[in-house]
């Protein structure tokens, strides 16, 4: 089957991440259109996935942006649009990747007669999104689309209750390939010395730094553990949010962690770092759409600590496959940590149940497998409407 997948972003956010995963099968005869050029579009070469970039030119509109804002910018990308539509008439379907994408491809789906696809990977709450923002995305997936894949319950809970139709959601889960995550012993003792992490217990937050993401939760419950708790924050912010990051680097000062907090800025060694570590942190502030950090820490055979909100609350069974704390809640959190400090062997056992569990609940290939039969039965529904127009 021929696609054309399109995201907004040059940026490797896990929306990115997880197109990668879904674009390998289908590599030979489909290509990557972006909005925007950047390392992503790197990574995608590196996975010998055709790849373009469609325009050098920003789009303005944010999250929060209001109808002036969205209207103005799509007059901005009409060159935008052309060039989709006419990219469009060479694959079987468009599959947007992101709300941009979706923008961009129900237009083009329309004028290239071409079938639709959406994977959501937001909850489209008022958390997260402007109502126009959520209109615009819930109109034209309920007009344009003839699928839309939600990452998890919640982002389809949320789709839905912003008017979405329920009738053309599908849920599927992140893939993960369970070999990425596996580690040798002498390099992480070697990276855990490099970062002079000896002796330590080690929380690792693993996470764009957006105040969302809640890094500054993790902060605040280190202040209140014992002293040989160190963490690492591994992740830059990718969209602007240079604020926070100043916020975060006070807040560090003004409680006196200059020792016990390490920025290791954006890293491509996720699984290295996380095997580095005693614990995993999850602290979105908001609830998370599906967490792929969650899920990579298990494969890494690491206890995690999550949020418990939106996709989270479906990958953490607590006291099963993880621990969950109440979002935004310093007290419980810094709770968790020194519990599991204190009992290694009870963490370790829940960790190791997790990675089990999580290689096969979230294989890629089975994911793949479900997402492939998704499109087949899509593309058998579309063949068959067009030989009916045929014979009319
Ligand atoms: N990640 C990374 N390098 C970093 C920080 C994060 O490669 O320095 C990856 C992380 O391993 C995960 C993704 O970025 O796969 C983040 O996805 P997630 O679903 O957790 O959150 P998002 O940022 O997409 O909201
Ligand atoms: C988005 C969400 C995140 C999810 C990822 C992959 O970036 O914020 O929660 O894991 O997409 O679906």
Same mark, same amino acid.
């Given at each position: 089957m021929k696609i054309l997948f399109l995201d907004q972003s040059g940026k490797p956010g896990g929306a990115e991440l997880c197109l990668i995963d879904i674009a390998k099968p289908y590599k030979d005869s489909s290509l990557v259109g972006l909005f925007a050029d950047g390392s992503f579009r790197n990574l995608l070469e590196q996975n010998h996935i055709p790849v373009q970039v469609l325009t050098n030119q920003v789009i303005q509109v944010r999250k929060e942006s209001s109808l002036a804002q969205g209207l103005g910018s799509l007059a901005q990308i009409l060159p935008l649009i052309s060039k989709v539509v006419q990219k469009a008439r060479e694959f079987d379907l468009i599959y947007a990747n992101t709300q941009k994408a979706l923008v961009v491809g129900a237009l083009a789906s329309f004028f290239s007669r071409r079938p639709l696809v959406y994977h959501l990977h937001d909850i489209l709450s008022p958390e997260h999104f402007s109502q126009t923002n959520r209109r615009i995305a819930v109109t034209c997936?309920? =007009?344009?689309?003839?699928?839309?894949?939600?990452?998890?319950?919640?982002?389809?809970? /949320?789709? %839905? &209750? &912003? /008017? /979405? =139709?329920?009738?053309?959601?599908?849920? %599927?889960?992140? /893939?993960?390939?369970?070999?990425?995550y596996q580690t040798h012993e002498s390099d992480v003792s070697q990276i855990r010395q490099q970062l002079g992490l000896d002796g330590q217990f080690v929380v690792g937050h693993f996470s764009r730094l957006a105040p969302w993401k809640g890094q500054h939760i993790l902060i605040e419950a280190l202040a209140q553990c014992p002293v040989d708790v160190t963490a690492i924050l591994v992740g830059d912010a990718l969209f602007g949010e240079q604020e926070y990051v100043q916020h975060l680097h006070q807040q560090v000062t003004a409680l006196g962690l200059e020792n016990r907090v390490k920025f290791l800025g954006f890293r491509s060694d996720v699984p290295l770092l996380m095997a580095a570590t005693d614990l995993v942190a999850h602290t979105s502030t908001a609830p998370e759409p599906f967490g792929r950090v969650i899920v990579e820490a298990m494969l890494c055979g690491k206890p995690i600590v999550a949020a418990k909100a939106g996709g989270a609350v479906e990958l953490v069974e607590h006291g099963v496959n993880g621990f969950s704390v109440t979002p935004g809640k310093p007290d419980e959190l810094a709770q968790v940590i020194t519990t599991c400090l204190k009992e290694p062997q009870k963490i370790a056992t829940i960790a190791h149940h997790a990675q089990t569990t999580a290689s096969q609940r979230f294989d890629v290939t089975a994911i793949n497998q479900q997402i492939a039969v998704l499109l087949n039965k899509l593309s058998k529904r579309t063949q068959n409407s067009e030989l009916r127009t045929q014979e009319k």
């Amino acid at each position: 089957m021929k696609i054309l997948f399109l995201d907004q972003s040059g940026k490797p956010g896990g929306a990115e991440l997880c197109l990668i995963d879904i674009a390998k099968p289908y590599k030979d005869s489909s290509l990557v259109g972006l909005f925007a050029d950047g390392s992503f579009r790197n990574l995608l070469e590196q996975n010998h996935i055709p790849v373009q970039v469609l325009t050098n030119q920003v789009i303005q509109v944010r999250k929060e942006s209001s109808l002036a804002q969205g209207l103005g910018s799509l007059a901005q990308i009409l060159p935008l649009i052309s060039k989709v539509v006419q990219k469009a008439r060479e694959f079987d379907l468009i599959y947007a990747n992101t709300q941009k994408a979706l923008v961009v491809g129900a237009l083009a789906s329309f004028f290239s007669r071409r079938p639709l696809v959406y994977h959501l990977h937001d909850i489209l709450s008022p958390e997260h999104f402007s109502q126009t923002n959520r209109r615009i995305a819930v109109t034209c997936a309920n =007009r344009f689309a003839s699928l839309v894949i939600a990452n998890s319950q919640a982002s389809q809970a /949320g789709f %839905v &209750a &912003a /008017g /979405g =139709r329920s009738d053309i959601t599908e849920v %599927v889960y992140n /893939g993960f390939d369970p070999k990425n995550y596996q580690t040798h012993e002498s390099d992480v003792s070697q990276i855990r010395q490099q970062l002079g992490l000896d002796g330590q217990f080690v929380v690792g937050h693993f996470s764009r730094l957006a105040p969302w993401k809640g890094q500054h939760i993790l902060i605040e419950a280190l202040a209140q553990c014992p002293v040989d708790v160190t963490a690492i924050l591994v992740g830059d912010a990718l969209f602007g949010e240079q604020e926070y990051v100043q916020h975060l680097h006070q807040q560090v000062t003004a409680l006196g962690l200059e020792n016990r907090v390490k920025f290791l800025g954006f890293r491509s060694d996720v699984p290295l770092l996380m095997a580095a570590t005693d614990l995993v942190a999850h602290t979105s502030t908001a609830p998370e759409p599906f967490g792929r950090v969650i899920v990579e820490a298990m494969l890494c055979g690491k206890p995690i600590v999550a949020a418990k909100a939106g996709g989270a609350v479906e990958l953490v069974e607590h006291g099963v496959n993880g621990f969950s704390v109440t979002p935004g809640k310093p007290d419980e959190l810094a709770q968790v940590i020194t519990t599991c400090l204190k009992e290694p062997q009870k963490i370790a056992t829940i960790a190791h149940h997790a990675q089990t569990t999580a290689s096969q609940r979230f294989d890629v290939t089975a994911i793949n497998q479900q997402i492939a039969v998704l499109l087949n039965k899509l593309s058998k529904r579309t063949q068959n409407s067009e030989l009916r127009t045929q014979e009319k």
